[in-house]
């Protein structure tokens, strides 16, 4: 390892310009003529629109012009897709309800966009949209999953024949059903996994320019994945064709999952260009991210776990309602299936597994993928499950999880994945030992004889990420290709240029590829420069989320370094009169093994350009591309310990001590990684102990639609982490990594709500672990 | 609509905007200074927070009349000759920052923080002090150690000068 | 926000003089701002009174102290004067909202808005301050007169409140997880004639009180286990999605013996 490349604590190479203010994000780009965006939403949850009055409106000073649904279905503006065909058990394909980027009939959330308003300002775009007057047919509402499937529930979409979008399982029910019936002991649960606002802090935006001249289209957009928004336009929502359109997701203030989706705000911005003549920027205020960012988890599920008379797990059964929201994002219908369901074995062996997931509407904001998008839903129901079941039959929480450890691999579980590599025991043991667990009955007391509720908890996680490999997706129902490109350009001066399409929002992507780039070629890291975010720059890519830049997106780019050096070795042979298996690349030179001869990188680069003295027959130039498709996904997996204590007067919980030991396999760059555990558990406390969204049942209002009344963790809320790595390297990827962006949000709300519940001796504590519900719990118990 | 002036960044600038314009947005979109960003509508998440008169305050919660005539800092002005303030140094050294949309507010805030308590700053007291600014990424634990260790090199660069 | 005038007032009259029609009083702007971006005020006009130098300050003769209305929560936060006298109050200023807001929002601007979870409405009725205005004295028994009400009539302006420092003065708050206002919030203060007040915010369904029965408990004895026979009456309290009325009725009581303590 070199002081720049893999493994190397390199400080980022993206961070100058973020610290000095010069960070260029959406709603930092202006334009000539620019004019600005408001959208009308709907007040009500459920409503027929009666009539729309924009006249007075569009008398307002500033407006340009008001614009409606029935004028974007005019233009041949396609629906809103979901890009994930779920079959239910019966075979018969997902219901899906139309979802218009603009609502003409029926508004089915409060958000739902009805209208946009362009005016010179912001200010008179809102001005204006206050004028206009909607007369609305207020409709019943229903906010919860399981009641929108009871009889005589309000019918949210009446071409979806019911509610229920789906009603799928996975594995074996007869076998389950069987274990669980000879079971010596069955732990049962009911667990409610609490809905989440993602809360990326840079809301969305979006500026559509239309150029008439070229008949060409421009977004700038929030998005985690300007390619695939590129394609899902032009192929879906007709905005435009692919090679007129441009795509541009510059710097991106964090996205979790909730930038992955196209929203109406950017297809609208776009049409709305074209229509009105001016490009148009909408900048979404933290009221509308509450609103219309697609939320997270909102699971309701029962669990039974069975044991025999070693408490080895012999079955285990789980049945889970998800709220999908109003309508269907891109891969809301994956979330709760095969990123969630499939991971039902944890790190356990368990030979026989069934899973049963019902997918519903109701008038809530839409729901997919939110950092770790069904992984931690997952997680949370088997290790909420497995220390629950260690208090029921008495044994320690660890030695139950050491003794359903899965020890040999590869390892087929029953619910689709085989897992590749891993030592659960390994990342078990170093958080053990980094918590010292073995102290904690003085810690205990200590904290006892100041009056507060001490308690520990753990949580084992595994989850899969790198998500792949394209044919296996394609066959579970994803209507894309899960692979990664990569093109690396070397200049003629040797300096090298990364062409990536995954695309970094926060993850530091600038300076881990450009550190691979060193390791291999050993040019300063400040010679390589990482392309992302631009459709005109970078051709096609799959974009950044499930924690795949670092196993698909860098294996990409390593197969075209791979490329890439054969030709440099194939150049360097010819200039150094040797044959081309001799040549290793050292230190920045190319040379021939045991002797000193050698040519430096840059000079073989010109020599590449200037043509003059090359192998016969090869082609000018030093550029290659190449895409990546995984073979199988990858499974971090690792160990989280949690302290709290709790004071009993005010049922206020602190956590007073994190430990996370991961295996992540290879590392690139220690500091990013840890950076993205710290984050990641961040918001596993967060979704633990503070963030609850609470729609008001009757009325379908959102209650929790600002800062006000979502408790985001603030630093006061959160300790300082203890972080630690074990290695088992992941052998379906040519660098070994795994992807860490998510593990923290997996593995830590189990393990701080069995904390919780060791502190006040309950098993029944929903999420968040509010002062007021941990209060009550505590005064149930009395 | 109303004239302002006031001085930003050591410049003295004026402008011409309707009285309901706030300080957040006069620096955005009439100065072009986009590294104070707006991450609420609620006065919480700090991602706006500049130094008016010596005082971090947040410009998302200012009418900029009422900083007419006002001596005010941005995140573009914090470095000086090339050089970065020690503040920024330590948010790069010690990864407190991954998506950077928090970022300037945070800067903004600490500076602020660390000349209020000067070098008796401890990770309690920087914690409490955060309160007004919201990160998403970085779970806080590098901007606590950033913050903690700026503190540090200034209040050593202090006591080496006197 | 709609639209508006600003208007910069240079002394008490001339904030007075402009205070017409749908006009409001402008302080520090950390509750007025923010309600005036979400469209839920519309004043006409806005007199900004921060410039007013007669309003500012912190003044400590004896025991009287004198606290101007534009005076922001970080200089009493931090005043050593006041400090000295009653450390209490200075201990309040210092968890109302962040450092930025205590940076600009002001102890008048908090009372004259009567926020029902604001901090200082339950310091300023247990200190039995006095509400200063252009016009007149009022008590602080007078002044609070509901959520969000006060005495205060239209085109008033409050420039200042006095108090006499108590013997001994503590808070003790809970704050709402999200929005960090007081969910409870209690001020005790023990006065110099023996008297005990202790005035209860966040929590009341009226806003700002008083609890006779802790300020007899206290009065016999000033101690954190003379309240422990008390209880705390739940149905006039609120009940919201953050903290049920019991709940509400628990943490008065838990605030109350912690303010206790920290008066010390």
């Not at chain 1, 390791?519 to 499930?546: A, C, L, W």
Request: net charge negative; aromatic share 6%; proline share 4%.
């Amino acid at each position: 390892m070199g002081i720049e490349g893999i493994g190397a604590r390199v400080v980022r190479k993206e961070d100058k310009r973020f610290i000095t203010g010069k960070g260029r994000f959406t709603d930092d780009m202006v334009v000539p003529g620019m004019k600005h965006a408001h959208f009308v939403r709907s007040q009500h949850a459920h409503a027929r629109i009666v009539s729309i009055d924009t006249s007075a409106a569009e008398a307002m000073p500033g407006v340009i012009g008001i614009l409606n649904g029935k004028q974007l279905t005019e233009d041949g503006i396609g629906n809103i897709i979901c890009g994930w065909m779920i079959h239910s058990k019966d075979g018969s394909p997902m219901n899906m309800g139309a979802w218009r980027p603009l609502a003409t009939d029926t508004v089915r959330y409060v958000g739902d966009a009805i209208l946009v308003v362009v005016a010179d300002s912001k200010a008179q775009a809102r001005d204006a949209a206050e004028a206009v007057i909607i007369e609305f047919e207020t409709l019943p509402v229903v906010t919860s999953a399981v009641k929108a499937l009871e009889a005589g529930s309000p019918q949210i979409h009446p071409e979806a024949k019911s509610n229920l979008i789906f009603d799928w399982g996975l594995g074996d029910e007869a076998a389950a059903d069987a274990a669980l019936a000879g079971a010596a002991h069955v732990t049962e649960l009911n667990i409610v996994n609490n809905r989440l606002v993602p809360n990326a802090m840079e809301p969305r935006a979006a500026l559509g320019v239309y150029d008439a001249a070229e008949d060409h289209y421009t977004v700038w957009t929030t998005s985690q994945n300007p390619h695939v928004a590129r394609l899902v336009m032009s192929a879906f929502y007709n905005v435009a064709p692919e090679n007129k359109l441009r795509v541009i997701a510059p710097d991106v203030g964090g996205g979790f999952g909730s930038k992955i989706y196209i929203y109406p705000e950017e297809i609208v911005c776009l049409w709305a260009s074209k229509r009105t003549g001016v490009p148009v920027k909408w900048n979404g205020d933290r009221t509308e991210a509450f609103l219309t960012d697609a939320h997270g988890r909102d699971h309701v599920t029962t669990v039974r776990m069975g044991f025999d008379a070693d408490n080895r797990i012999v079955g285990l059964k789980v049945d889970t309602v998800a709220n999908l929201g109003a309508y269907m994002s891109l891969f809301s219908s994956a979330t709760p299936t095969y990123l969630y369901a499939t991971l039902l074995s944890g790190q356990y062996n368990i030979p026989a597994i069934y899973g049963n997931v019902r997918a519903v509407y109701t008038n809530t904001a839409p729901v997919d993928a939110y950092r770790g998008a069904g992984r931690p839903e997952a997680t949370y129901v088997m290790e909420r499950t497995m220390e629950t079941a260690a208090r029921e039959l008495g044994v320690s929480p660890a030695d139950l999880r050491r003794k359903n450890f899965i020890r040999s691999f590869p390892h087929q579980t029953p619910v689709i994945m085989c897992y590749d590599a891993g030592d659960f025991e390994a990342s078990l043991n170093a958080a053990m030992e980094a918590s010292d667990y073995q102290g904690f009955a003085a810690r205990r007391a200590e904290a006892a004889s100041r009056g507060k509720l001490r308690g520990i908890g753990m949580s084992c996680y595994i989850e899969a990420c790198g998500i792949a490999p394209s044919a296996a997706v394609g066959s579970l129902g994803a209507g894309v290709g899960l692979w990664e490109s990569a093109e690396v350009r070397v200049n003629a001066v040797g300096t090298i240029e990364v062409l990536t399409g995954s695309h970094s929002h926060g993850q530091g992507h600038e300076t881990t590829f450009a550190q691979l780039v060193t390791e291999r070629f050993g040019v300063p890291i400040n010679n390589v420069s990482i392309v992302h975010g631009d459709t005109d720059k970078v051709q096609m890519g799959m974009g950044t989320y499930g924690s795949r830049s670092g196993a698909v997106g860098m294996s990409a780019i390593v197969k075209a370094l791979d490329k890439v050096e054969a030709k440099a070795k194939k150049i360097a042979a010819h200039l150094l009169e040797a044959d081309e298996g001799d040549i290793v690349i050292e230190n920045g030179e190319l040379k021939v093994a045991g002797t000193d001869k050698s040519v430096p990188w840059f000079q073989m680069a010109l020599a590449a350009y200037t043509a003059h003295n090359l192998p016969s027959g090869m082609e000018p130039g030093l550029k290659e591309g190449a895409f990546y498709d995984p073979s199988n996904f990858t499974f971090p997996a690792g160990c989280y310990i949690c302290e709290v204590e709790v004071d009993p007067d005010t049922g206020k919980t602190q956590v007073v001590q994190f430990v996370a030991a991961d295996d992540f396999g290879k590392i690139i760059n220690p500091m990013i990684v840890e950076g993205q555990v710290h984050g990641g558990v961040a918001q596993g406390i967060g979704q633990a102990l503070l963030e609850g969204t609470v729609y008001d049942a009757d009325s379908g209002q959102l209650l929790t639609a600002s800062y006000m009344d979502y408790t985001m963790p603030r630093a006061d809320d959160l300790p300082s982490f203890q972080v630690s790595t074990t290695e088992t390297p992941c052998p379906s990827n040519p660098l070994g990594i795994k992807g860490c962006g998510e593990a923290g949000a997996i593995g830590s709300p189990p393990a701080l709500i069995n904390a919780i519940t060791d502190a006040i001796s309950t098993n029944n504590l929903s999420m968040p672990a509010t002062p007021q519900k941990v209060w009550m719990a505590l005064q149930a118990g009395k | 609509m109303t004239t302002v002036t006031m001085t930003v960044n050591g410049r003295p600038v004026s402008g011409q905007c309707e009285d309901r314009t706030l300080l957040v947005q006069f620096i955005r979109e009439n100065l072009g200074l986009t590294g104070t960003h707006v991450g609420c509508d609620t006065s919480q998440c700090g991602a706006c927070v500049v130094h008016v008169d010596g005082k971090a305050v947040k410009s998302c919660t200012m009418l900029v009349a009422q900083a007419h005539g006002s001596t005010v800092v941005t995140i573009e002005g914090l470095a000086s000759g090339g050089e970065l303030h020690p503040v920024q140094a330590a948010f790069r050294e010690h990864h407190g920052l991954q998506c950077g949309f928090c970022t300037p507010g945070m800067i903004m805030s600490a500076t602020d923080m660390i000349s209020r308590h000067g070098g008796k700053l401890d990770e309690k007291t920087v914690r409490a002090e955060l309160e007004g600014n919201i990160c998403r990424c970085t779970g806080y634990h590098n901007i606590v150690k950033a913050i903690l260790s700026a503190a540090e090199t200034m209040h050593g660069a202090r006591q080496a000068a006197e | 926000m709609y639209a508006t005038t600003y208007h910069r007032a240079s002394s008490i009259d001339d904030a007075v003089s402009k205070a017409t029609g749908e006009a409001m009083y402008l302080s520090g702007g950390q509750t007025l701002i923010p309600t005036m971006k979400q469209r839920l005020a519309a004043p006409t006009d806005l007199i900004d009174v921060r410039h007013v130098a007669s309003m500012k300050g912190i003044e400590v003769h004896g025991d009287t102290v004198h606290i101007g209305a534009a005076t922001p929560h970080a200089e009493v936060a931090t005043s050593a004067s006041l400090r000295a006298v009653c450390p209490g109050l200075a201990d309040l200023a210092a968890h109302i909202g962040d450092p930025h807001v205590r940076h600009m929002g002001t102890i008048g601007g908090s009372i004259a808005n009567n926020d029902p979870a604001a901090d200082y409405p339950s310091a300023m009725l247990a200190l039995n301050a006095t509400i200063v205005t252009n016009s007149r004295r009022i008590a602080a028994d007078d002044y609070f007169t509901g959520m969000f009400e006060t005495a205060l009539e239209p085109g008033e302006l409050v420039v200042a409140v006095e108090f006499t420092a108590p013997a001994k003065a503590g808070y003790g708050k809970f704050p709402n997880p999200a929005s960090r206002y007081a969910i409870s919030g209690v001020f005790v203060a023990k006065h110099k004639d023996g008297a005990v007040r202790v005035a209860v915010t966040g929590a009341g369904a009226d806003g700002v009180f008083r609890h006779a029965g802790m300020e007899a408990a206290l009065a016999a004895s000033f101690t954190p286990d003379a309240l422990s026979g008390i209880s705390v009456d739940a149905s006039n309290l609120m009940s919201d999605m953050h903290a049920s009325a019991e709940y509400r009725a628990n943490l008065v009581k838990v605030m109350a013996r912690r303010a206790v303590a920290a008066a010390g």
